[in-house]
């Protein structure tokens, strides 16, 4: 049997070699490209440490188009060696160039496998740790790309001590902590669920993603979803205030005054808003119009209440004293304040609740 030459050896390493690269790519959704700057450099380093030299007269050639996989050293012929790793005497220089004289510079090639268990693990580890840089910054990538928005996980595990959970989002995992999932509230594991990327921060160990179910912007985006008009642009969100778990209060407004925009929000039958309080484990919605005079808009934010008459502070501050039908009194405030809380945080300004028979602070 024939022994393969040297020439046919190195071909095959090199398609195994660059075989090997197309697979991370297919498996990592890493680019190749970037691995191949990572293993470029570190070929150098291991390079540099069995045989010498700088960056500039080590030459790393990986070329996966034409599966050509070379590394080699370049050294000027000297007459007096005062640098080994950069010069090379007329003499060493013959073996690679008979016609070399002091002064040529003379290239080395170098057999890839020549590096040894060292440069291997050199470049082994600086290909892990690149490839954990691409992933990171693959995650970063994605993660900002959902930054504001919605997206649909699945809890892979809930901490029985914390209470945290680990949701799996696409191809990455984030930490939904226990403060913002939604007051009472039971997540299971295997449940799918919509969480709201409120934003991302790079961290030494990877990207950071803050995700939340108790963040109001994720009843906005709920709706976003669910009604038509909302999505483009016929209606729209003007606020939103909310207690997680509780209650929602929500402001919109029409562009056609040919559609309702609490109708279209509520949906059919309520079948739309359902399905969001649904996703919300039941917490209560108002929907309410939105209106550029302040006190229509503070009226129709303290519903289900009956307002009698809204009066603005008139020194321009924002605030402004109510007044109810002794009998909404209570329904106006709410349960502990909240309907009156909601309506501050929706409307922006400052609201006193007074009976028809008399006034009362809240």
Known sequence: MKRRSKAKEQVNYSAEFFDA???LEQEKGIPADHLLE?????????VKR????????ISVILDPDTGKFSVSLTKTVA???TDENLEMTKEQAAKYNPAALPGDVVQIPLETHEFGRIAAQTAKHVIRQGIREAERGQQLQEFQRHSQDLVTAIINRIDPVSGNATLEIGKNHAVLPASEQTPGEELKEGQRIKVYVAGVQEGERGPRVLISRKHRDLVKRL????VPEIFNGVVEIKAVSREAGSRTKMAVLSHDENVDAVGACIGPRGARVAGIVEELGGEKIDIVEYNDDPAVFIAAALAPAKVVEVVLDPDGAKSCHVTVPDNQLSLAIGN???NARLAVHLTGWKIDIRPESGRVEE
């Open 79 to 81: 007459e007096e060696i």
């Open 38 to 46: 990572k293993i470029r450099a570190a070929i150098i380093i291991a």
């Open 50 to 57: 069995d045989h010498g030299g700088t960056d500039e007269n």
């Open 223 to 226: 709706f976003e979803l669910e």
């Open 336 to 338: 502990k304040g909240q």
């Open 21 to 23: 690269l197309k697979l």
